[in-house]
């Protein structure tokens, strides 16, 4: 079945780069999203990136496609403390994403 | 607009209890879904809905049934809950296809005792 795999936690110095990595299996997969969560809150889409595509840059977020290893990235430039979230990798397998899977999320921590 | 919006925020259950949680959307979205949320695990699919009389199961569908008698709500049913169903519970919404943006309700913490 389709299996997205993310590291738990990341700590960066405020003003420093987050990369945050993420890994899937299904090479079907047609939309690749990045979600943010903060405390107490539910899930807010952030960037998504279809799967013909290999980087796409949004502001201070740059999402990388690496779809011969099925890894993808988000890197996040100048890191602040309003950062500091769950993020979560997430796939969807057609174009009208009936079939979302979520990885476990990566808590980033930002660090004054 | 409201957004999606899910009630109760929490909630205790003692086991075998059955109980309803509430979604509604305000956006005229076709698509609702629910999932479940679990330490390390993600969010995981419950069941999901494609319009009104329209539902299908997700990934992990047994114990909870739901229903879509109108656009904007999508209510989600435990008939006999468990502890292994503590969990906090989103509710999700978007318009259509896969590149739209699923705006996520406020959540609804769930502990089974």
């Known amino acids: 079945g389709e299996d997205v795999e993310q590291s738990l936690f990341l700590s960066v110095r405020e003003g420093d780069s987050s990369v945050i990595n993420c890994t899937y299996t299904?090479?079907?997969?047609?939309?690749l999203y990045w979600y943010k969560q903060e405390p107490g809150a539910g899930l807010q889409l952030l960037t998504y990136?279809?799967?013909?595509?290999d980087m796409k840059q949004d502001q201070r977020l740059t999402v990388l496609l690496n779809k011969k290893d099925k890894h993808l990235s988000l890197r996040i430039a100048d890191t602040q403390t309003g950062d500091s979230a769950i993020y979560f990798c997430a796939e969807s397998m057609d174009n009208y994403g009936q079939n979302f899977v979520f990885g476990p999320g990566t808590r980033l921590s930002v660090l004054p | 607009n409201a957004g999606v919006t899910q009630t109760p925020k929490f909630q205790v259950l003692k086991t075998g209890q059955s109980m309803t949680l509430q979604c509604a959307q305000d956006m005229n979205h076709e698509y609702m879904s629910w999932y479940r949320q679990d330490p390390g695990m993600g969010l995981r699919l419950i069941h999901y809905?494609?319009?009104?009389?329209?539902?299908d199961q997700g990934e992990v569908p047994n114990g909870y049934n739901v229903s879509r008698s109108t656009t904007e709500d999508f209510p989600l049913r435990l008939l006999s809950a468990a502890p292994s169903q503590t969990s906090v519970y989103f509710c999700?919404?978007?318009?259509?296809?896969?590149?739209?943006?699923?705006?996520f309700g406020p959540g609804t913490r769930l502990l089974v005792l």
């Open positions: 999700a919404s978007r318009p259509g296809l896969a590149s739209e943006t699923q705006y």
């Open positions: 809905s494609v319009g009104a009389g329209i539902t």
């Open positions: 299904d090479s079907s997969s047609t939309y």
């Open positions: 990136i279809f799967s013909n595509m």
